[in-house]
Nanobody, 117 residues
């Protein structure tokens, strides 16, 4: 079965960095767009960044210049490098994998990122 496993979350001070990883398994066909979303308490889930198979990226304005999304297609893994973290970045971060051949979106379990002094 399809499984997405996230890792890399934790507690970090403002200005610090974290690197999130999301590894997908059980997918036979090529993964299309991969992305990261986040949800803070009392807030809607919002898009953080996406990356296409060809490497085209999109970022939320709030993270541009600080976050970098990347992927390793051979490993079916997507990463999110988060630098210059702010308290406003505190949220549960979710990995998303879209597989058009399956007509499906898959989600990771979520990983908590807390930015606090």
């Amino acid at each position: 079965q399809v499984q997405l496993v996230e890792s890399g979350g934790g507690l970090v001070q403002p200005g610090g960095s974290l690197r999130l990883s999301c590894a997908a398994s059980g997918i036979i066909f090529s993964i299309d767009t991969m992305g990261w979303y986040r949800q803070a308490p009392g807030k809607q889930r919002e898009l953080v960044a996406t990356i296409t198979t060809g490497g085209s990226t999109n970022y939320a304005d709030s993270v541009k210049g600080r976050f970098t999304i990347s992927r390793d297609n051979a490993k079916n893994t997507v990463y999110l490098q988060m630098n210059s973290l702010k308290p406003e970045d505190t949220a549960v971060y979710y990995c998303n994998v879209r597989v058009v051949a399956y007509h499906a979106d898959y989600w990771g379990q979520g990983t908590q990122v807390t930015v606090s002094s």
